[in-house]
């Protein structure tokens, strides 16, 4: 697993240009979470800033790093920059709890490809599958929510 982040912490820092990268935007805040968003806190479980746990200081904060929304554990983050240590562990959390493919129900590989939509980081059994997602998003992004689900019960 740990070689596993750093290859993704690596990849990327080389193909995307993430590193200590500043947080774009604070996103609204809405008066209650979605069952989507505390899947993602959930699969994403700690601040790409300070590494802690997302809840230990009150409820997370959704932002735009890049073209990714994802959650900050406290205000205080907003003006720092996202750490790549904590960003390629974000990026395994998330692999790790979608598990298969949304588009050919398979375990995802050692070194999944991925395509971000609507914000979100979605891997992928091949570079085909990436396709289909874009064809149709919401179904897809669905199906992700409901591996999330699945897997962050075990």
Known sequence: MKSFKMLLA????AITGFGAQQIVEAQQPQAEESQRDQLRIAAQQICPVTGQ??????????????KESVYLCCKGCL????????????HA???KAQG???????????KPKWTIVDGRIVYVCCPPCTKKIAA?????LSKV?????ANLRK
């Open 10 to 13: 690596f990849s990327l820092v």
């Open 53 to 66: 746990k997302l809840g230990a200081h009150g409820k997370p904060i959704k932002v735009k790093v890049g």
């Open 79 to 90: 003006k720092s920059k996202v750490s790549p240590q904590h960003w390629a562990t974000i």
């Open 93 to 95: 959390n998330y692999a």
């Open 100 to 110: 298969k493919c949304p588009v050919m129900k398979k375990q995802l590989p050692q």
């Open 136 to 140: 149709d998003p919401e179904t897809y």
């Open 145 to 149: 929510d409901s591996l999330y689900s």
